[in-house]
C-alpha cells in the first residue's frame, strides 16, 4: 500500500492567502525531498531535508522535517498564482524511495 | 540543451498495438527511471537501471519491457496496449540511485492514450 500519505489532496486558496501541505510516512525515513509539477508539466525537485527537526527557507517556501523523521510539512507565505501546481513530497526508507499522494495547490486570482 | 528527454510527447494509438518510448540523458547520470502518472496524480516507479543493470522492477505488466543500451538512455517498450496503460509516462534521472539522497530530474513525459 502507499507508504507516504499527504493531506490534503486538494486546495483551493485565495492569492495571498497562506498554505501547508502535509507529509506522513509510516515508517522511519532516511531523507525527505519536495517536488513541485506545474499543470502540464513535470516534477521538479525543490528541496532536500535530512536531519531531524530541519528547516529550510526558499523565499516564500518553508519546509520543515519532523522530529521522528516521518512526517514533513511545505508552507508557502501569501500565495501567488505562479505557486499553482501539485507539491509532491518523497522519502527514503530502507531501500525504498516513495512520492507521496501530492496535494494539488489551485491560487484564485 | 534539454537534460532528459523523451520522445513522443503524445501517443495515441488503438488496443493491441505494440508502442515505445524513447529516453535520454545529457546529464552523465548513473541511474534512469520509468515512472507512470495516473489521472490522480499518483507517480508510480515502475522500472530503475543503475549502469544499464536493472535495479528496479515493480509489479508491473510483463508487457512492458524496459530497454537499456547505454546508461544515457532508458527506453520503454509496450506489448498489445490496452485501456488501463492510458497515462502519463515519465523518464527520470539520477546521479545515483535514488536511496542514497540524489534527486530526480524528470523529463516532459508522453501522455499515452489508448483507445
Known amino acids: 500500500g502507499q507508504q507516504v500519505m499527504q493531506i490534503p489532496q486538494y486546495q483551493h486558496v485565495q492569492e495571498g492567502e497562506d498554505f501547508t501541505t502535509y507529509c506522513n510516512s509510516s515508517?522511519?525515513?532516511?531523507?525527505i525531498q519536495w517536488y513541485k509539477q506545474r499543470p502540464g508539466g513535470h516534477p521538479v525537485f525543490l528541496i532536500q531535508?535530512?536531519?531531524?527537526?530541519e528547516v529550510k527557507k526558499q523565499k516564500r517556501l518553508t519546509f520543515q522535517f519532523g522530529e521522528a523523521k516521518k512526517n514533513s510539512s511545505l508552507h508557502i507565505t501569501a500565495t501567488q498564482t505562479t505557486d499553482v501546481g501539485t507539491y509532491f513530497c518523497?522519502?527514503?526508507?530502507?531501500?525504498?524511495?516513495?512520492f507521496g499522494t501530492g496535494t494539488s495547490l489551485t491560487v484564485i486570482p | 540543451d534539454t537534460a532528459v528527454s523523451q520522445t513522443p510527447k503524445y501517443l495515441v494509438t488503438q488496443m493491441g498495438n505494440d508502442k515505445s518510448i524513447k529516453c535520454e540523458q545529457n546529464?552523465?547520470?548513473?541511474?534512469m527511471y520509468w515512472y507512470k502518472q495516473d489521472s490522480k496524480k499518483f507517480l508510480k516507479i515502475m522500472f530503475s537501471?543503475?549502469?544499464?543493470?536493472?535495479?528496479i522492477n515493480e509489479t508491473v505488466p510483463n508487457r512492458f519491457s524496459p530497454k537499456s543500451p547505454d546508461k544515457a538512455h532508458l527506453n520503454l517498450h509496450i506489448n498489445s496496449l490496452e485501456l488501463g496503460d492510458s497515462a502519463v509516462y515519465f523518464c527520470?534521472?539520477?546521479?545515483?540511485?535514488?536511496?542514497?539522497?540524489?534527486?530526480?530530474?524528470f523529463g516532459n513525459g508522453t501522455r499515452l492514450t489508448v483507445t
Open positions: 531535508l535530512v536531519k531531524s527537526g
Open positions: 537501471y543503475n549502469n544499464k543493470e536493472l535495479i
Open positions: 515508517t522511519t525515513l532516511s531523507n
Open positions: 546529464l552523465g547520470h548513473d541511474t
Open positions: 518523497a522519502g527514503v526508507t530502507g531501500n525504498q524511495f516513495y
Open positions: 527520470a534521472s539520477s546521479q545515483v540511485p535514488f536511496a542514497k539522497s540524489s534527486p530526480l530530474h
